[in-house]
Every structure is written in C-alpha cells, then in structure tokens.
C-alpha cells in the first residue's frame, strides 16, 4: 500500500479518537463503569456532571436516543469492557425526546431511566389527524406506538415555559398518561423561562433526580464485566409526589393531592431540589371522564382546530 495513503489513514484515526474522545466522560475514580448516561455536550465538562458522573460511576455519553448503538465503540475507547453491557439512560430534544421514550419501550430491562426534553406529543392509535407533525410514519417520532412498555421506566420529562412548539402542553399530556394510567416512576420538571431548544438542562436538579433513581434501579454491588445487570423494580409507594400547580410536595403516603396527576421523585432531597427550582403550572389540564378498553385509556384529547373532544386509544397501527 502506498506509504502516503498509510499516514493518511494513520492520521485519520488518531483524529477520529481524538474527536471521539471529546463526546465522553468517564470519572477518573471509576474502577466499575456501573452505566452510560446520554448528557448534552455541555455536560461532559461541567462540574456539576462531572460530580455526580463521579459519585454514581457512571460514564457521561454524547446526547443520544439511543445511547447503547454506541456501546462497544464506547467500551473500547475508554478501555472498560463492562460498558459493552451497560444500562443506560437515552435523552433527547423535541422529537427525540419521544424516540428516548420510544428506546425505553424497547429496552425496559436496559434502560436505567429515560429523559425526554422537551418532547412533543406522543401519537397514539386513533389519533393521528390530531398530530401536528404526523406526516407519514416514515420518522421513528411519528409514528404511532403504544408507550406502555416504557411506564415501568422512571423518567425526567422536562417541558419550558417559554417553548413555543411543544409549550407545557404536549409534555405534560405525555407525563400525565404514565401517571394516570399506571402510576408510573415519572417526574416532571416546568423549567422557568426557557425555550424549546438552546439551553442547556438543570444540572443540579436533574442529576439530584437521576441520583435517586439510579439507587432504586442498579443492584448495590458491581456485577460481572460480560453481564448486563438486572434492574430493580421501583416501589412508587416509597418515594415523593410532587402538585405541578401547587408545588406541594409530600412522602407518597402523605400526599394530599391527585396522585395520578402528582410528579414522582425519589426521595426527600429531589423533591426538595424540585420544589427550589420548577416554576408552578398555571392550569390544570381538564378531568379526563371517558374511558375505553385499551391498555392506556381513560384519555381524551381536546382538539383545538375542532373545539371538540376526540378520543385517543393508545394502540399499535
């Protein structure tokens, strides 16, 4: 081979690992990388991250959806072959807040926990002339699925005051399903006046959140490098319930609001950093009273083009 074409793809690969090395943080103090965590790009270098990657032993991804496509490259650049199994914990923005919410469907027993920022509306079964951005199906965000299987999940959704696509609508009606339906793990966070896209999430309260639900998912010990851990079940029970409208806070069993309706957080101090942060909802979304015989239902949507309720059972097409 020519010696020149040798040093080029020499140098090529230096520069792909240096680059690659760039989307990642692994805490120095880790002996065990116990998971991968999809964190925007601000993250990797921000002390606030940095801490808690180093607290929980967890390795910091470059934001994606899917974080476990990226592995084995993962594994190998940081020289950890427990990260080839990993749980992780998918993020996105907007549309690829619904594909995280989508990933955690599909791995239940991988995902650690999912955060959707942002998101857009879920698209249900039955319900697709509704969606704003429903074009055809070709778009893994659009198309329609039953998220049931990602209740079990704990989640961070997080919507913005200022956000002027999605608003504090569209996530909070996804937030609402997993609650209602099946009391889901599920925490929401109305961040003050932030905008769809463009600033960064709040670390302090987010990596408080995690932190607590990172000790309910992982076994308390490491596990062996070539085997994927089995997460924990969540007892909801045990944990906090947070009023969007109120911002009351309260142990589950003390709540004296609408549970179904109550953000879920792990423990007293999330809930503590929750209420010090989020700015209150300014409404209620209306009583749901129909209710179908579908594996999400109990769920209307109110349709303001038509000024009249349309039903949306959540099924697969």
């Known amino acids: 081979m020519n010696m020149h074409l040798l040093r080029a793809i020499a140098c090529w690969l230096l520069l792909t690992a240096a680059a ?9 103090s880790a002996t065990f990388v116990r998971g991968v965590i999809a964190v925007e790009s601000t993250a990797l270098t921000d002390a606030t991250w940095q801490s808690f990657a180093n607290r ?11 974080p476990q496509n990226s592995l084995a ?9 427990e990260v080839n199994v990993a749980p992780f914990v998918p993020a996105g923005v907007s549309s690829g807040g619904v594909s995280a919410l989508q990933n955690a469907m599909n ?3 991988r995902c650690i926990a ?5 998101p857009g509306r879920l698209f249900f079964t039955g319900n697709d002339a509704f969606n704003f951005n429903h074009i055809d199906g070709s778009v893994a965000a659009t198309r329609l699925f039953d998220f049931s299987g990602a209740f079990p999940v704990p989640a961070i959704f997080l919507c913005a005051e200022r956000d002027s696509l999605s608003g504090i609508v569209m996530p909070t009606e996804n937030f609402e399903i997993g609650r209602r339906m099946a009391n889901a793990p599920w925490a929401m966070i109305t961040e003050p006046n932030v905008q769809h896209t463009g600033t960064p999430i709040p670390p302090a309260l987010v990596t408080t959140i995690l932190e607590g639900m990172i000790a309910r998912r992982l076994p308390v010990t490491n596990w062996p490098a070539n085997q ?3 997460l924990q079940a969540v007892d909801v029970t045990t944990g906090w319930l947070a009023d969007l409208v109120t911002k009351q806070i309260a142990p589950y069993a003390t709540f004296t609001g609408d549970r179904t309706r109550a953000a879920w957080l792990p423990d007293e101090a999330s809930a503590n950093a929750w ?3 989020v700015i209150a909802q300014p409404f209620r979304r209306p009583t749901q009273t129909i209710v179908l015989p579908t594996s999400v239902s109990n769920l209307q949507i109110f349709d303001p083009a038509r000024l009249t309720p349309r039903l949306s059972p959540a099924r697969h097409c």
Do not use: C, E, K
């Open 56 to 66: 929980t032993s967890m390795l910091l991804a470059a934001l994606t959806d899917t």
């Open 275 to 277: 209420a010090a942060y």
């Open 73 to 81: 490259a993962l594994a190998t650049a940081t020289g950890r072959p």
């Open 107 to 109: 791995n239940p027993t």
């Open 114 to 118: 999912v955060i959707p920022i942002h």
């Open 20 to 28: 690659f090395s760039q989307s990642y943080y692994l805490p120095p």
């Open 228 to 230: 994927a851990p089995v």
